[in-house]
């Protein structure tokens, strides 16, 4: 269940929707880039979880969560599920009668065959060369062999896994402090970290450089809406149990979406 929370939240941090469009307006291209890669966490099943702040982090560092914007979080968390249930559930509904599962499964493929340039920075910066090369091979098997991502011959052909990465993961790996718990609005659960390597991996994508800010920022939050729309409707039934079965729906979030970066952090370091 917790695996369905955290995912319910991912899916809005892949999300800049037309309403996303006027809130970036006035600030950096970055914003409207590639979020981080999500690595799926094993399954897990929640419980009643204790208040935002006075739970013990069930990885292997002790001690509470840091949760000092508690009163901000919970109002974006609000509007994050509002969004959900008023923007994405709705479009991804009648996207999903429309567009056959095998059709969507290939456009999720397509996106994250371009999104690749995050995953191998990153995997470079942890000086995981091994790794990178693999996402560049990915790359390249899939983007023609694959014909543009739509398939994933570098996996299913040639053995090829891929190697999910982002620079809140590099902080991470760096031992470099993530600060405290943040709900974005539109992204999701994060930390104060994690939001600036949102922002670091956005900053990647070559569209910035090549193209004035207002086509970079209208392609970017098409992108995004598509690839949030497609991601949901790959995830219809499994959350409609969520609301109703957590106990602290904040505080499941919170640290679902905790310990899912503490195993991906535990994981780099293997």
Do not use: C
């Not at 702040?53 to 009163?71: I, R």
């Not at 095998?102 to 456009?107: G, K, L, T």
């Not at 392609?219 to 497609?230: D, L, M, V």
């Amino acid at each position: 269940m917790r695996l369905e929370l955290i995912e319910r939240h991912s899916s809005l941090r892949i999300a800049a929707l037309i309403a996303a469009v006027a809130a970036l307006a006035g600030s950096s291209t970055a914003w409207g880039q590639t979020g981080p890669a999500q690595a799926k966490p094993p399954s897990i099943a929640v419980s009643a979880t204790p208040p935002p702040g006075e739970g013990t982090p069930p990885g292997e560092q002790g001690g509470v969560y840091s949760d000092p914007l508690a009163p901000f979080n919970s109002a974006m968390l609000t509007f994050n599920m509002k969004l959900d249930d008023w923007v994405l559930r709705p479009a991804a509904r009648g996207y999903s009668f429309v567009a056959p599962q095998p059709v969507r499964e290939s456009v999720g493929r397509f996106f994250d065959n371009v999104n690749v340039i995050p995953r191998v920075a990153n995997n470079l910066f942890q000086l995981r060369f091994a790794e990178a090369g693999g996402e560049v091979a990915r790359f390249g098997i899939n983007t023609t062999v694959g014909v543009l991502g739509f398939f994933d011959p570098a996996q299913n052909w040639f053995g090829i896994q891929p190697h999910p990465d982002d620079f809140g993961l590099t902080i991470r790996h760096y031992d470099v402090p993530t600060g405290p718990y943040l709900m974005l609005p539109f992204f999701g659960p994060s930390t104060i970290g994690d939001a600036i390597g949102l922002a670091a991996d956005g900053a990647m994508n070559p569209m910035s450089y090549l193209l004035p800010w207002w086509i970079t920022l209208s392609a970017s939050a098409g992108q995004r809406a598509a690839e949030a729309i497609n991601y949901r409707s790959l995830h219809m039934n499994q959350f409609e149990e969520v609301d109703r079965y957590a106990v602290d729906l904040y505080g499941a979030i919170q640290d679902a979406y905790l310990q899912n970066r503490i195993n991906e952090t535990n994981e780099l370091k293997k």
